[in-house]
């Protein structure tokens, strides 16, 4: 069983449609849960984390954490061009330690005008 | 705001050579990692460094590969005997210990040939 799993996509939505990007973890250790986004040939970007079950809103961004069924999603709104990339969902066990970050594959996004 | 630099960009190096990437965290972190993502997979854990010792490794983090933080500022993985698979991009993170994020630097692209 894969430690963090996505989707790999490609997720197709129209300019200024809400995009719904989905994962999945099997550790249930994990306490802190984030959203990368990645351009292709570059660096993993945070966009959100989120440790509490229930929703966290930040901008366009709204990150979903269901800790009893191991699932965490994050929803982009009207979502751009610019935001084609890949999003990647990342776990780790503690808060504020130096614990390891665990990835996911990364879920592509592809948003069309 | 601050950011995590590496250097080099782009490393090309001969099979059996050593090689050194190094890396400058935000500076007043102290949780420090590596990280590598061979072209088309995910992001994998190498090795995480907290009071100028090594927290934890994976299993990819073996003899061949080595940690130092030899100045104040400057954080380096060493991996000697290159290997073909060892071809990735690298990338050195860092986070707060108060916070749970890590910040990514731009990544440095290692080709093995």
């Known amino acids: 069983q894969k430690e963090v799993e996505q989707n790999s996509g490609p997720l197709s939505v129209p300019e200024g449609a809400i995009a719904s990007l989905n994962c999945t973890y099997s550790d249930r250790g994990s306490q802190s849960f984030f959203w990368y986004r990645q351009y292709s040939g570059k660096s993993p970007e945070l966009i959100m984390f989120?440790?509490?079950?229930g929703d966290k809103e930040d901008g366009r961004f709204t990150a979903q954490l269901n800790k009893a069924s191991q699932y965490v999603s994050l929803l982009i709104r009207d979502s751009q061009p610019s935001d084609s990339a890949t999003y990647l969902c990342a776990v780790k066990r503690g808060t504020g330690t130096a614990s390891k970050l665990t990835f996911g594959t990364g879920t592509r996004l592809q948003v069309t005008l | 705001e601050p950011e995590v630099t590496q250097t080099p960009s782009h490393q090309v190096t001969q099979m059996g050579q050593e090689v050194i990437l190094r890396c400058v965290p935000i500076?007043?972190?102290?949780?420090f990692y590596w990280y590598r993502q061979i072209l088309g997979q995910k992001v994998e854990f190498l090795v995480s460094?907290?009071?100028?010792?090594?927290?934890?490794k994976s299993e990819i983090f073996d003899d061949q590969f080595s940690v130092e933080r030899p100045d104040g500022s400057n954080f380096t993985l060493k991996i000697r005997s290159t290997k073909l698979e060892d071809s990735a991009m690298y990338f050195c993170?860092?986070?707060?210990?108060?916070?749970?994020?890590?910040?990514f630097g731009q990544g440095t692209r290692l080709t093995v040939v």
């Open positions: 500076s007043n972190h102290l949780y």
């Open positions: 989120i440790y509490s079950n």
């Open positions: 993170a860092s986070s707060d210990p108060g916070r749970t994020e890590a910040f």
């Open positions: 460094f907290y009071n100028n010792e090594i927290s934890e």
